[in-house]
């Protein structure tokens, strides 16, 4: 029985609920809380016309789902005007907008669709949240615990909602959820395990500054309690020194044993790299996980994953079930992700390269299966360092297209890291106004990355390799970096 599930079934019924950005989460939200009898007003800065948001208006009303609507220019004006119990903002959205605390002053409760599952889940919560590695970590921690035989949800950032499905949960299932410091901004509900991949700056266009940044990360676990456990990143300063905030207990990972044993963390459970091996130890006791060599993706980050995953799931799962996982995963959507093989060129899409940490990732694993090409980049800066990424691509990639507003950003750092080797920039022309969403400058974004492809198609050699590797988020001109990824996908398959 799920307790606190009935306490907010009957404190819904009949309040009027404020539900901000009709996007992929709080659309079952809408629909999750009208079944509760809740009446709610949907808030999104998209236009009355714009063909996402009218054919969702349309898809509700269809379903017979009455909302109250305000959009477009001053959409959140009636959050002023009206009186609402409870306000759902979006992620994206900070807690002080003035609109925010206009109804906090008249009593309403703010809060997330995120925070509100965290609260009512009747199962344990395992949250991965940092600067990379998020989905890729969380993909595997969840097939793990399935691979051991578990119910396993799988939600948060990956953009799977899963309140919707809080009722048919159970004690004994397994929830897993990517966390990003936007989700995790005032973030006072904890993850009974957290793990923290690393911390580098990011999202610094959103946060006040790095300070907030890091602290939105340390909320997924500041709140445990003495049974919670919080596995952190021994290679990363940041991360390592989030020990100290920790009250439930810590375990370390990293690639180094010398990083996950070092000085201060002897006393905690590790995993880390002995040779080849993958090793978790704890007060003394070595249990063998896998060889690097059984995991199928590539990349010494990868291995890194693994790791953490291993030391968030050791206590739920056998060693065996993590090696079976380790051979057969083969990693996650627009992560150096395989597409086809066109004149004896391999093509690869890794939008998921949202910021040049990410990137630098992706070619060093390139680099390391002694990989040669053209690079396809460019999106939207978040104001993130760009050190070494010039000297990753260029181990990798002699000839690069961009395609995006950072386009200055990724030439520079590539000048400035060359040290005399020789490369070929050709850039896309970039007009910050066309934008997929908008129907009249739709046509120019396709076009745009249509003509990225077909010279990356004239220049690669065969026994090369193509791969978009963005550097930057979508939101220059796509909706998110699935859709950009996914139109690459497409383009690619069209040649």
Known sequence: ???????????????????????????????????????????????????????????????????????????????????FDIVFKTPKMRFETPE??????????????????????????????????????????????????????????????????????TESDKVVLELSSFQLLGMATPADVAIVTNVTPNHLDFHKDYDEYIQAKINAFRNQGPTGKVILNAGCGITYDMRDVARGQVKFFSASKENAKK??????????????????????????????????????????NFLAASAAVIDYVKPEDIAEVARNFIGV?????????LDGVRWYNSSIDTSPNRSLNTMNALADRDEHGVLICGGADKKCLYSKLGDAILKVCDRIIIYGSNADLVEEIIAKEAQGRKYEIIRIPDDPNDVYEIPKTRDNVVKAFTEAANKARALAKPGEIVILSSIGTSYDHFRHFEHRGDLFKDIVNGL
């Not at 509100?116 to 998020?134: H, Q, R, V, Y």
């Not at 119910?151 to 950032?157: A, D, E, Q």
Request: aromatic residues 8%; proline residues 3%; glycine residues 10%.
């Open 333 to 341: 959507p627009h992560r150096i992700e395989f597409i086809r093989e």
């Open 1 to 83: 029985m799920n307790t606190r599930l009935d306490e907010f079934k009957s404190y819904i019924n009949g309040r009027r609920a404020a539900v901000i950005g009709v996007g992929i989460s709080n659309r079952p939200l809408i629909r999750w809380l009208n079944k509760l009898g809740c009446k709610v007003t949907a808030f999104d800065k998209l236009t009355y016309d714009d063909p996402v948001l009218s054919k969702t208006i349309l898809d509700f009303k269809n379903e017979g789902i009455e909302i109250e609507w305000s959009c477009g220019s001053g959409y959140l004006d009636l959050l002023r005007e009206g009186t």
């Open 263 to 304: 000085s201060g963390s002897e006393i905690c459970p590790c995993a880390y790299l002995d040779g080849s091996t993958l090793i978790y130890e704890e007060k003394g006791s070595k249990t063998t996980i896998c060889d690097k060599r059984d995991i199928f993706i590539p990349g010494m980050h990868n291995v890194e």
């Open 100 to 169: 925010l605390m206009a109804c906090k002053e008249k009593g309403a409760t703010l809060t997330t669709e995120m925070e509100l599952f965290m609260n009512l889940c009747p199962c344990e919560i395992f949250a991965i949240t940092g600067s990379d590695g998020k989905t890729t970590t969380s993909t595997l921690t969840a097939e793990i615990l399935r691979q051991a035989g578990y119910k396993v949800y799988l939600g948060g950032n990956i953009g799977t909602p899963l309140l919707d499905k809080v009722e048919e949960m």
